[in-house]
């Protein structure tokens, strides 16, 4: 599939799943993706409205069996893929291909969303733009047109194989060199205005190729130390609430205005936010920083579920039902393991039909998905 998402400001409205099953009257308005008015007819299943909400992830160059089934069945939303699941860009082309046709012929009916982390310099999965990091871009003699042109090359490249989500730009502003973020050049800069301005450059002319711009990861990893990394462990950060406001979400301000499509949360815990849960497990921090205080509108995504910051927090399906009640729309289930996404559908399946999830709230996230993924089809 060939994605060609509507421009930020673009409106559509009545957009029709091609089953018939599901309806979607959406605005893209100068913010990004404003609140869509969805009407979720009879016919898809608890697992079906689950699976909207999950990305899945798998082994090698193959996209398993069971996961194609998953596809067609209507209970997945997308799929990431990092540097084993790719051997070639004819290969990846092929493999997007097979997962785009598996999801025409589901009850949605409507284009996966098809990811991987395309940051620049050390993060990347597909070879080739963009080749500089963020921190290159940042220290180089004019970095308003090098955001561009890596936000650019960035979209060319993944839209050049059918992907149609970047999980980037980094927004973190760093505090010291080397710490977790600056040690592999993740950051633009230690100027919130810069990361903002950067930020906004990147996602701004990645977006006009029609691939998905991600900001990442609020309300942001700048002040971890080197050995701070939520992928291995707990990670508390103790910045105050002004400063986690004035420098650390001021980028966020920016990417939002600029119409991102998605926002990665972090799972730091942020004690003068929610001293009890990770930023992805806390309604404080998805519904009430971002949602309500910076008025985000679009399509959150967790990170790596399986991340071991989340440790205490029990099982997959466990973290994934925490994450929904936070109001996290897609849950990421990264682990190389079909069964991880089927273990996430299943829990947030189990918790909207028992009214452990609420039912209105987890529909909206659904709403904002399939509106999200009908903005990046053909």
């Known amino acids: 599939m060939t994605p060609h998402m509507k421009p930020v400001g673009h409106r559509f409205a009545h957009a029709r799943v091609v089953s018939g099953s599901v309806f979607v009257a959406a605005l893209a308005g100068a913010a990004g993706l404003t609140s869509p008015s969805v009407a979720l007819q009879p016919g898809l299943s608890p697992r079906q409205l689950a699976g909207q909400r999950v990305i899945y992830s798998y082994p090698g160059l193959t996209p398993p069996a069971t996961l194609l089934r998953k596809v067609r069945a209507g209970e997945a939303a997308g799929v990431i893929f990092f540097a084993e699941n790719i051997g070639s860009r004819a290969q990846i082309r092929a493999v997007v291909r097979e997962l785009q046709q ?165 799972w730091a815990t942020y004690p003068a936010l929610d001293a009890h849960r990770p930023a992805g497990l806390s309604t404080m921090v998805v519904r009430g920083e971002l949602r309500q205080r910076l008025k985000f509108v679009g399509v959150t995504i967790t990170d790596a579920l399986e991340a071991g910051a989340l440790r205490r927090f029990g099982t997959v399906s466990n973290r994934a039902v925490l994450a929904a009640r936070a109001g996290m729309d897609l849950v990421l289930c990264s682990a190389r393991s079909v069964q991880q996404g089927t273990s996430a559908v299943s829990a947030l399946a189990a918790g909207r039909q028992s009214g452990q999830l609420n039912r209105r709230a987890f529909d909206a996230s659904v709403n904002r998905v399939i509106a999200l993924r009908v903005a990046v089809g053909p």
């Open 102 to 266: 598996a999801a025409a012929q589901s009850p949605v009916k409507a284009p996966l969303l098809l990811m991987t982390d395309q940051e620049g310099g050390q993060v990347r999965r597909l070879t080739g733009a963009p080749v500089l990091s963020e921190k290159q871009i940042g220290v180089s003699a004019a970095p308003a047109s090098a955001a561009q042109e890596a936000g650019r090359g960035a979209g060319l490249n993944l839209k050049g194989v059918g992907m149609n989500v970047n999980l980037a730009p980094v927004l973190d502003v760093y505090r010291e060199p080397g710490n977790f973020i600056d040690q592999f050049g993740r950051a633009y800069s230690r100027n919130p205005h810069t990361v903002a301005r950067l930020g906004r450059d990147f996602i701004t002319a990645q977006q006009r190729t029609g691939v998905a711009a991600t900001a990442k990861h609020f309300p942001g990893l700048g002040a971890a130390t080197k050995t701070q990394n939520t992928d291995e462990g707990p990670v508390t950060l103790r910045v105050p609430v002004t400063t986690l406001r004035a420098v650390d979400e001021l980028p966020y301000s920016s990417a939002i205005a600029s119409g991102a499509r998605l926002v990665m949360i972090s």
